[in-house]
């Protein structure tokens, strides 16, 4: 049971405490659906929250929240301290960042196996590349590289973004679409601030110096800022990451859904991406992450409640409406890979 603020819901919640008037009249009974047109009823009769059942979910991320959280907090200080001081030595400190990060995903019982619930979300640049480190790791890992060119994967996805900081304009936020072409051309410079930054510095590989450079390169020469197409294993890593990353976060471009990151990145496959990277990438990557509201092909609506390993996009759901539009006040569990005939046909906001 959780307490929640009546704007904190989004709808289809489930009461884990009857819904009382002033006076104790029940509203709504104890189990109800909170359906999102009662939402602002409940508001105007002075209800300010409401107790609703957690959602059963085996939803997995690679990092644990109060991990994250801290070395989110970590790379913030060091990098704004950084902004202002200009001594790049106090980025070294980022090394052993990058393998605390790798040492907690270690610490997942049997990682290389999980099928990990990846979120649509805002950021800003220092969660965003403790996002790219931790996908970029575990694919990594995946592929049994090296422990050392792991470290340095970290590292380079830790700073890949320092050129943004050394410019003039605030691009941290934006829609490379809408910018006009001259602030389009600056943009597309801060790879190259950043690799200019550190390559005189001997504590960062010259693995981690290019994946500050050609994160934003595409094997078919579409990339910048160099338009190359000669890209390292590594390196190609970090393009895959950032890519699914910056889409569903949107950063440099409109905001995405998961599943349309992962048909992106489908699509583009032996194109722009390395197929076995993306391959790889897909493998550990929930098309509908835990709590995604989806639409069957049968006309129900449910929640998506765990995973199932090698069927990224046959999750189990839990049913909240029945083909009719009626709310389902018991539970129902489905589970697409053992239900062959039922299909998501689509996401619902």
């Known amino acids: 049971m959780v307490r929640k603020s009546i704007e904190e819901l989004q709808g289809n919640e489930v009461l884990a405490r009857p819904l009382m008037t002033w006076d104790y009249q029940i509203i709504l009974p104890e189990g109800a659906i909170i359906r999102k047109e009662y939402i602002e009823r409940i508001l105007e009769l002075g209800i300010l929250e409401v107790y609703v059942k957690e959602e059963k979910s085996n939803e997995i991320a690679i990092l644990k929240t109060d991990i994250k959280e801290s070395v989110t907090e970590k790379v913030r200080v060091i ?53 790219i480190c931790s996908l970029a790791i575990l694919t990594a890992l995946k592929m049994k590289l090296d422990d050392r060119v792991i470290h340095d994967i970290g590292v380079g996805c830790l700073l890949h973004d320092i050129g943004l900081r050394y410019m003039a304009e605030d691009f941290t936020n934006l829609d490379s679409e809408q910018l006009n072409p001259q602030e389009l051309v600056e943009y597309k410079k801060h790879p190259v601030y950043g690799y200019s930054s550190l390559m005189n510095q001997d504590w960062i590989s010259n693995l981690g110096k290019n994946i500050i450079l050609y994160h934003h390169e595409r094997m078919d020469g579409s990339g910048f800022p160099l338009r190359t197409r000669e890209i390292t294993r590594e390196c190609r890593i970090v393009n895959v990451c950032d890519a699914f990353d910056e889409m569903i976060c949107g950063i440099a471009c409109k905001q995405m859904k998961v599943y349309e990151a992962i048909e992106y990145l489908k699509n583009l496959k032996g194109i722009q991406f390395d197929p076995e990277i993306v391959d790889v990438f897909l493998g550990f990557t929930a098309v509908y992450p835990a709590g995604t509201m989806v639409q069957t092909s049968e006309g129900e609506v449910g929640v998506v409640v765990a995973q199932n390993k090698d069927f990224q996009d046959r999750p189990i759901i839990r049913i909240v409406k029945d083909k009719n539009g009626n709310a389902v006040s018991e539970e129902i569990l489905k589970d697409l890979v053992k239900i062959h005939n039922i299909f998501i046909d689509k996401v619902l906001e």
């Open 79 to 131: 990098l704004e301290r950084h902004t202002y001081r200009k001594n790049n030595e106090e980025l070294e400190a980022l090394c052993e960042t990058a393998d605390d990060i790798i040492s907690n995903i270690l610490e997942e019982d049997r990682v290389i196996e999980k099928v990990f619930d990846i979120k649509e979300r805002n950021t800003d640049i220092y969660e965003h590349s403790i996002n």
